[in-house]
C-alpha cells in the first residue's frame, strides 16, 4: 500500500486558517473511516490530534478539525498560532495495517 | 497517568542484534494493540507493525517483514522491538505507540529510542 500524499509545506500567518491534505486512493481513504492526525515538534514524540476522520482526544484545541471527501482527507488549524508550527502526519489505519502520510511541515509567518 | 517508557538509546555495529522495549503503565496493556514506528533522521513516519498483548498476535509492514521482530510480555506491560543482524540503515529513531479506546489510532506514544547503527 503506498504512501498518503501530502503537501510538503504549509503556511499562513497568526490568525488565520489553513488546510492540510492528505490524498490516497478509493481503495483506502475513500473507503474507509479510519484516518488519523499527528502533530509533531521538533525533537519530540508526535501526538494525536484528529482520529476516525473527524474526533479530536480530549484535552486536543478545538482549532483542530477533521474532514473527509472522496479520496481525499483534510486537517484545518483554525486561528493559526505560534505554537501550531510543527510537522503533521496523516494516517489510515486499514486492518492490520497503518500507513503514514509523507507528513506537511507548517510555517507560522 | 498512560504513558508508555522506552528503553534508552543504542549504539550499535553493523551485524549485531539488538532488543528495544516498550513498558506500559496507567492502563490495562492487554486491551490496546501496541504499534512501533519508524523515524529517520529529518524523514517522515514509517509504521512498522503492531502487536496483540493478549495474544501475542503480530502483524508487519512488507517493508519490514523479516528484519525484525515484535514480541510481548503481557506479565510486565512490556512490547519488544528486536533485530537479529543491524544495518547501518536502521539508524533512527524508534517509537513504540498504543492504540486508544475503540480506534486504531495511536494515542499515547513514547518517548523515543534513538538506535545508531555504525557500518
Known amino acids: 500500500q503506498s504512501a498518503l500524499t501530502q503537501p510538503p509545506s504549509v503556511s499562513g500567518s497568526p490568525g488565520q486558517s489553513i488546510t492540510i491534505s492528505c490524498t490516497g486512493t478509493?481503495?483506502?481513504?475513500?473507503?474507509?473511516?479510519?484516518v488519523s492526525w499527528y502533530q509533531q515538534h521538533p525533537d519530540k514524540a508526535p501526538k494525536l490530534i484528529v482520529f476516525?476522520?473527524?474526533y479530536r482526544p480530549s484535552g486536543v484545541s478545538n482549532r483542530f478539525s477533521g474532514s473527509k471527501s472522496g479520496n481525499t482527507a483534510s486537517l484545518t488549524i483554525s486561528g493559526l498560532q505560534p505554537e501550531d508550527e510543527a510537522d503533521y502526519f496523516c494516517?489510515?489505519?486499514?486492518?492490520?495495517?497503518?500507513?503514514f502520510g509523507g507528513g506537511t511541515k507548517v510555517t507560522v509567518l | 497517568e498512560v504513558q508508555l517508557l522506552q528503553s534508552g538509546a543504542e549504539v550499535k555495529k553493523a551485524g549485531e542484534s539488538l532488543r528495544i522495549s516498550c513498558t506500559g503503565s496507567?492502563?490495562?496493556?492487554?486491551?490496546?494493540?501496541i504499534g512501533w514506528v519508524r523515524q529517520k533522521p529529518g524523514k517522515g513516519l514509517e509504521w512498522m507493525g503492531r502487536?496483540?498483548?493478549?495474544?501475542?498476535?503480530?502483524s508487519y509492514s512488507p517493508s519490514f517483514q523479516g528484519h525484525v521482530t515484535i514480541s510481548a510480555d503481557r506479565s510486565i506491560s512490556t512490547a519488544y522491538l528486536q533485530w537479529s543482524t543491524l544495518k547501518a540503515s536502521d539508524t533512527a529513531i524508534y517509537y513504540c505507540?498504543?492504540?486508544?479506546?475503540?480506534?486504531?489510532?495511536?494515542?499515547?506514544w513514547g518517548q523515543g529510542t534513538m538506535v545508531t547503527v555504525s557500518s
Open positions: 505507540a498504543k492504540t486508544g479506546e475503540g480506534t486504531d489510532a495511536f494515542d499515547i
Open positions: 496507567g492502563f490495562t496493556f492487554g486491551s490496546h494493540y
Open positions: 502487536i496483540d498483548p493478549t495474544d501475542s498476535y503480530t
Open positions: 478509493s481503495a483506502d481513504v475513500g473507503s474507509y473511516t479510519s
Open positions: 476516525d476522520v473527524t
Open positions: 494516517a489510515i489505519h486499514i486492518i492490520d495495517n497503518t500507513v
